[in-house]
Structures are given as structure tokens and as C-alpha cells.
């Protein structure tokens, strides 16, 4: 199993950007589809960003999907989330997830198909 742990997070103002990091121990990424989800207080899990194992293919959550990107550093087993504008509707708990697929998912959304999950980092926009 693929143990994650999430970094970057942090306070940042309206407008602001942020990079979070997931770094992967115990396995190499290159297995992996990797995926950021996000709660906020009161609210359901929701899908933010994918990169599938290669790194080659990318998804987002369609209203998000002009201010961030996702990409990974295999020599480093990290995948980033670079975060930009961001809004107080962005103020989260921040998850990286991996799953065990070395071809493009067909769906990415779905938080029951990654077996492997960080701990989580907070981002707060200020307005």
C-alpha cells in the first residue's frame, strides 16, 4: 500500500495561489492514478483534479477547472495541485488519493476507487 502525505496548505487571501504537494512512500507513483478531493465544513467530498499513472492524462472538476493544475514528478513520487485565484469557496480540507491503475480511469470522481488516501492539509481563503 501507498502511504501519501499532503503538503502546502495554508491562509491565503482572495485572488491569492497555492501549490500542494503529495508525496508517496512505500510504492513508486508510476503504478498509481492519482486524484485531489476536497471537503469543506458541512459539505459532501468533491473532486478536484486526476492524473493518471503515466502522467500524460489529466481531469478536473468542470468550475475549477481554468484555475488549477495537476501534474507529477516521478523522481520525486510527488503529484502537485497548483492552485490559482482562489476564492473563499475554495476553503477546504485538501486529500490527496491514489488508486493501483497503470492505464487512463474512465471515471475520476468517485472517492470509493481509491484505496489509498493523505491525511489531508487545510486551505483557507480570506475574503
Known amino acids: 500500500q501507498v502511504q501519501l502525505v499532503e503538503s502546502g496548505g495554508g491562509l491565503v487571501q482572495t485572488g491569492g495561489s497555492l501549490t500542494l504537494s503529495c508525496t508517496a512512500s512505500?510504492?513508486?507513483?508510476?503504478?498509481?492514478?492519482l486524484a485531489w478531493f476536497r471537503r469543506a465544513p458541512g459539505k459532501e467530498w468533491k473532486f478536484v483534479a486526476g492524473?493518471?499513472?503515466?502522467?500524460?492524462?489529466?481531469a478536473y472538476e468542470a468550475a475549477v477547472s481554468d484555475r488549477l493544475n495537476i501534474s507529477k514528478d516521478s523522481a520525486r513520487n510527488t503529484v502537485y495541485l497548483k492552485m490559482n485565484n482562489l476564492g473563499p469557496e475554495d476553503t477546504a480540507v485538501y486529500y490527496c488519493?491514489?488508486?493501483?491503475?497503470?492505464?487512463?480511469?474512465?471515471?475520476?470522481?468517485?472517492?470509493?476507487?481509491?484505496?489509498?488516501w493523505g491525511q489531508g492539509t487545510q486551505v483557507t481563503v480570506s475574503s
Open positions: 512505500g510504492r513508486t507513483l508510476d503504478n498509481y492514478a
Open positions: 492524473i493518471s499513472w503515466n502522467g500524460r492524462d489529466t
Open positions: 488519493a491514489a488508486r493501483f491503475l497503470r492505464e487512463t480511469p474512465t471515471t475520476w470522481s468517485s472517492r470509493y476507487d481509491y484505496a489509498s
